[in-house]
């Protein structure tokens, strides 16, 4: 199963766990395969450089360099050409439509409202965590 996984996951994810760390534990595991750009990359990078993220990373003994090695030892980036897309609320949520199209991604995982109410791109979903966890990796 191929997907994107929006930037505020990723984040949420490594540092909290909780729904969007299950996701990236599916990654880690094979059980999906999660795309990515380059442009994604380095949204991530600066981020993680953020000083309001630094003592969480303190506390978690990693840093911004250990986060971005994990998340490229289970990325596949891609090259995401930007596509006019004219119904979003945030022009910044275009690359990360781009990368889910070009990837023909099974879904988009995100929590951002902004693309969460679009509901789907192109045919592919767009869903939170907990939708996405519910939908394809139900508990038993």
Request: hydrophobic residues 45%; proline residues 8%; charged residues 15%.
């Amino acid at each position: 199963m191929n997907v994107v996984i929006d930037t505020n996951i990723w984040i949420s994810g490594l540092l909290w766990g909780g729904p969007p760390g299950q996701v990236l534990r599916l990654a880690r595991q094979g059980q999906i395969t999660a795309y990515t750009s380059l442009v994604q990359l380095e949204e991530l990078a600066r981020t993680f450089n953020k000083p309001k993220l630094q003592p969480k990373l303190q506390q978690l003994d990693i840093n911004a360099n250990s986060a971005m090695t994990a998340i490229r030892e289970v990325t596949q980036v891609i090259a995401a050409p930007m596509l006019p897309i004219d119904r979003l609320r945030d022009p910044d949520d275009a690359s990360i439509l781009a990368i889910a199209i070009a990837a023909t991604a099974d879904s988009l995982i995100s929590g951002d409202l902004d693309l969460l109410t679009l509901t789907e791109i192109s045919g592919i979903p767009i869903l939170t965590p907990q939708d996405f966890l519910s939908r394809y990796f139900p508990s038993p």
